[in-house]
């Protein structure tokens, strides 16, 4: 069975930097598309960033220059490193893969 587990995250003071590990088993990270998306209480989840199986990295404007996805083929494991933390950037962040697989969330807070 297809899954992805998540790993990192935090607490961390603004302008510092966090990742977000989204490890997947039962398939391979390189036959799918995979995408990183926030949630805060209340709100819908948005979209932040991503990985084709093919191409560049693709990064909302929320994130852009501030982020980078790195894909460890070996490990099945690709991380979103983000920083220049900031307090709005404060949410549940979800990896998802482009065959409708979720990770189970990853709380990231900016706060001082």
């Known amino acids: 069975q297809a899954q992805i587990v998540q790993s990192g995250g935090g607490l961390v003071q603004p302008g510092e930097s966090l990742s977000v590990s989204c490890t997947v088993s039962?398939?391979?990270?390189?036959?799918?598309?995979l995408d990183w998306y926030r949630q805060t209480p209340g709100m819908q989840r948005e979209w932040v960033a991503g990985?084709?199986?093919?191409?560049?990295?693709t990064y909302a404007e929320s994130l852009k220059g501030r982020a980078t996805i790195t894909v460890d083929y070996t490990k099945d494991t690709a991380i979103l490193e983000m920083n220049s933390l900031k307090p709005e950037d404060t949410a549940t962040y979800y990896c998802?893969?482009?065959?409708?697989?979720w990770g189970q969330g990853t709380q990231v807070t900016v706060s001082s």
């Open positions: 990985i084709p199986i093919l191409g560049q990295t």
């Open positions: 039962g398939m391979r990270i390189s036959s799918w598309s």
């Open positions: 998802k893969s482009g065959n409708g697989v």
